[in-house]
């Protein structure tokens, strides 16, 4: 079975979830069957695990369009090299418009992974403009007209079925993300701390994601202002989506230097060995989303041995078990799609409460870290998910050619 798979990331360039599991999948895909992968951006090595690996760049003629216009015209630049696809597989709303068109194209099933939902990400038209309604639409087409869809989590099948109400439920499948124990280990040393400024014997609330709504990264910072002094803050953070939200942030951090210190932010991407040292020392890693299908980052922190405070939303709950492996707090959300809390300073108050529980015997949340690494191995392993991913591809051959 020859599977061409579609992505705006793959490495060198992961910025986010999806990117990481595109890249695992096809770690575990390629032994298995022919995988050829058709990544947006920069010519990068051809091999990657026995998958074979072809970049496409933004066509020059939209280098000046509007960001989603640059990402359709890419789309269509990987349409003729689909040709011979047994299956093609697209991963977020980036690759969905190639891989509706080249299953038209070449009459081979569309199987999409979502990653995440257009629908529930209404804020990206501060960053996209007009081009959110381009996103969306082309999110739209290719559920409708895909032969399988790839849910990550329960919750996120949910939320495919509540967005697209018309989409047949038979053909959307669930196969959680995963995580590689074996990458993904507790680390001891500590230099990257000492780069950077880390305190290694202070009580820690680390941060890993990005500076956009759905991270919820607001809300930890005005928790922080309820947690005890002497407690550090971690912040591994990219660039924020949009200015406003940058201003907001780092109001917020300069309002907390103000008031009490122990705050560490860093600015950029840092590698794996890097950030496996910062979880592994943290005493608590915090995960404030108010929108999360699955949560491939508290998978990487339980892999290394840290309990897990997260938003009781999405998937995080399949991931993190309450009071066994870190603690879920508690959310009622808009139902405009925002996923905004209700009362964001009820949602505040109980995210401080549930860092302060685990903060507070840090003993006890070594023992939940310990125990998130063993759900992590038995629960997550990427072996299991590339066969139950195979088994989704063999019903997606069966639904088309039944047609």
């Known amino acids: 079975m020859r599977v061409d798979i579609v992505t705006k990331e793959f490495p060198p360039t992961i910025y986010g979830g999806a990117g990481v599991h595109v890249a695992e999948l096809t770690r575990v895909l390629a032994p298995r069957a022919e995988i050829r992968v058709r990544a947006f951006g920069d010519p990068r090595p051809a091999d990657f695990h026995g998958a074979s690996v072809a970049s496409y760049a933004t066509p020059e003629n939209l280098a000046e369009a509007n960001a989603a216009v640059q990402t359709l015209g890419t789309d269509l630049s990987i349409l003729g090299d689909l040709a011979g696809a ?14 509706h068109l080249g299953a038209l194209l070449h009459d081979v ?37 895909a ?80 947690l005890p002094e002497d407690v550090q803050l971690v912040l591994c953070a990219g660039a924020a989506d949009t200015p406003a939200l940058a201003a907001e942030v780092n109001e917020l951090i300069e309002g907390l230097r ?79 799609g925002t996923g905004t809390p209700l009362d964001q300073e009820v949602f505040v108050a109980d995210f401080a409460a549930a860092l302060n529980r685990a903060l507070a015997d840090p003993e006890h949340a070594r023992a939940m870290g310990a125990a998130g690494r063993v759900r992590a191995a ?16 063999r019903a997606a051959q069966a639904s088309h050619t039944a047609r």
């Open 86 to 99: 047994d299956v093609v597989h697209s991963h977020t709303w980036y690759a969905n418009m190639a891989g």
């Open 109 to 145: 099933p569309h199987v999409v992974s979502a990653h995440s939902l257009e629908p529930l990400r209404p804020w990206k038209a501060e960053q996209l403009g007009g081009g959110y309604a381009l996103s969306s639409w082309a999110e739209s087409t290719a559920y409708h007209g």
């Open 147 to 226: 032969s399988a869809i790839i849910a990550v989590s329960a919750g996120m099948r949910d939320d495919i079925l509540r967005s697209y109400p018309d989409v047949d439920p038979g053909k959307v499948h669930v196969v959680h993300n995963g995580v590689d124990v074996e990458l993904w280990t507790p680390r001891e040393e500590t230099d990257a701390l000492e780069e950077f400024g880390i305190d290694p014997q202070a009580r820690t609330v680390a941060f890993v994601g990005r500076i956009t709504r759905q991270k919820g990264m607001p809300y930890l910072l005005r928790a922080a202002a309820l």
């Open 258 to 336: 103000r008031d009490r210190g122990n705050i560490v932010v860093i600015e950029k991407m840092l590698p794996r060995e890097q950030v496996m040292q910062i979880l592994t020392h943290a005493t608590v890693f915090a995960c404030p989303s108010i929108y999360e299908p699955l949560g491939i980052v508290n998978l990487e922190a339980m892999a290394c041995g840290t309990a897990v405070v997260a938003t009781a939303t999405g998937g995080i709950p399949e991931v993190v078990a309450d009071a066994e492996t870190g603690y879920l707090v508690p959310i009622e959300q808009t139902s405009d």
């Open 378 to 393: 038995d629960h997550f392993s990427w072996e299991a998910i590339a066969e139950r991913t195979l088994e989704v591809y």
